[in-house]
């Protein structure tokens, strides 16, 4: 098994590109043999080392080593493919993040962060510097978890157009001062910048995983696609076909997720059966069950792929509720990096029995109060094996349903959470995408007006998301804080 670091790596700035920048990757791939390329965890592009063949493609004479990161290059990770989409800070904007990427005119060697605690697709502390957007526009904590030394925040907050120059000061800095107080003072003798004083912590809620696949509404006149392969091998025929419909109906960015898919925004109306025509000729499914999609597993990695979808089967066959969760499977232990609710470490086979057969055991961990954002994991059991394992995630995912709703999974990182008030309301939530409507707010997308009740929908109502039809909405009680 070999990690992602021992693979080619392709960085992305923040995890977007052009259609034109992703058709040169493809025509390199296709140059040294490859049929297929994979995504990465922070938003890149992974070569495998050999071609369907069996080739190696460092002995091709068109490999060129330059074309990919060096180990000591970090990629910059950002939520900029969740803006427009999913939940956002109101004052956060598409063009705010790719402005913020633009000023890096160098190449971090530290993993960088910028993302928005509204949303839930980009993990939020798996850099080392780790920007995440505050209630204030344009500024930006900073939670450092720099090699060497303990985790911490940065004693104010960064102006957005200062980010790119702070980043790589305190790249420049860090291993030449002995603590955060000389760094800060260090920044601030050196550099122009425009901070604001602190004046509440990060607060982060915990919010359901959302799903993040298909054709979906972003406007009237607008959609965005998000597609996943089960197997992390995207077909380069497909990506190349797709980027020239991209080109021609002038979609400007692809945008990678951590979660190995990637999704297209801004799609125009009247290309939307175009599309969706190429999708079907080339044989995509767009509609995996949820089950499948909050899995984050290693790159080119049969023995995790197999333990997924042994897991998710069993899910399936029992129809159990996954809802709002995540799950992670790893070969080696980093719990810094954890940014599922639900960790599956496998244990490594001691070296004295490595010539025997031996099933492998494996360690489960929980995200406390299941939120990835605390950092903190809980060890729910260990030495599991194989067969145990669907039984005791069952178990943990009652755990988690119990607690769903409570003052607990409201964070903050003073380990403050004060008493508030739980509400219920009566929803309707789309069987297929887990879109909510809230008679109270209506659909502004389908100019439903608030106070609509489910019964005054009319009959010819589909979802906002997903475009399923009424009758695929079912009331659910939702309390909220």
């Known amino acids: ?33 490859l049929d297929t390329f994979h995504f990465g965890s ?52 598409g063009t705010t993040y790719l402005y913020i990427l633009e000023d890096f005119r160098y190449t971090p060697r530290l993993k960088i962060n910028i993302t928005d605690p509204k949303q839930q697709v980009v993990p939020l502390f798996t850099g080392d510097l780790n920007f995440i957007a505050s209630p204030y526009e344009d500024y930006w904590y900073l ?42 003072q260090f920044l601030n003798n050196t550099l122009e910048t425009n901070n604001r004083v602190i004046e509440k912590p990060l607060q982060v809620s915990f919010n359901p995983f959302p799903y993040y696949e298909g054709m979906n509404k972003m406007s009237d006149n607008q959609y965005w696609l998000g597609l996943y392969w089960r197997n992390n091998r995207y077909d380069l025929n497909f990506l190349k076909t797709l980027c020239e419909f991209c080109i021609e109906y002038r979609i400007g960015k692809i945008c990678l997720t951590p979660w190995k898919s990637f999704i297209i925004k801004g799609i125009p109306k009247d290309a939307k059966l175009a599309l969706e025509k190429l999708l079907g000729q080339s044989g995509i499914n767009v509609r995996h069950s949820a089950l499948e999609l909050n899995w984050h597993l290693p790159v080119s990695n049969k023995k995790a792929l197999d333990l997924k979808k042994f ?27 954890y940014f599922t609710s639900v960790m599956i470490e496998e244990n490594k086979i001691p070296d004295a029995i490595q010539d025997f057969v031996v099933r492998p055991t494996y360690n489960v961990l929980h995200a406390e109060n299941f939120n990835p954002n605390t950092r903190k ?53 789309c069987n297929d995408c887990q879109t909510v409507y809230d008679p109270s707010v209506g659909d502004i997308v389908a100019d439903i007006p608030a106070g609509t009740s489910y019964e005054e929908l009319p009959k010819n109502y589909l979802c906002s998301l997903c475009e399923a039809p009424k009758n695929n909405l079912k009331k659910m009680i939702l309390e909220v804080i």
């Open 377 to 429: 994991y809980v060890v729910y059991a260990q030495d599991i094996d194989q067969m145990d394992l669907p039984g005791l995630l069952l178990e943990l995912t009652k755990t988690y349903f119990q607690k769903l709703g409570s003052e607990e999974h409201e964070l903050t990182f003073t380990g403050i959470s004060p008493k508030k008030e739980v509400l219920s309301i009566e929803v309707y939530q």
């Open 1 to 33: 098994m070999k990690k992602e670091e021992s693979l080619h790596r392709v960085n992305v700035k923040g995890g977007v590109l052009s259609p034109i920048e992703l058709q040169r990757i493809i025509e390199y791939a296709e140059g040294l043999g």
């Open 143 to 184: 939670f450092l978890k720099l090699p060497g030394w303990e985790e911490m925040y940065y004693p104010v907050l960064i102006y957005t157009w200062d980010i790119a120059k702070v980043a790589k000061t305190i790249e420049e800095t860090y291993q030449k001062v002995n603590n955060l107080e000389e760094l800060f």
């Open 311 to 337: 897991l998710v089967m069993n899910f399936d066959q029992n129809d159990i509720s996954t809802y709002g969760l995540t799950f992670g499977i790893i070969t080696h232990r980093n719990q810094k990096r």
């Open 42 to 93: 922070r938003q890149d592009i992974i070569f495998p080392l050999m071609t369907e063949k069996g080739n190696s493609i460092t002995a091709h004479e068109s490999f060129d080593s330059s074309f990919f990161a060096s180990e000591m290059q970090q990629n910059i990770s950002c939520s900029y493919v969740s803006i427009d989409i999913f939940n956002a800070t109101l004052w956060l904007r």
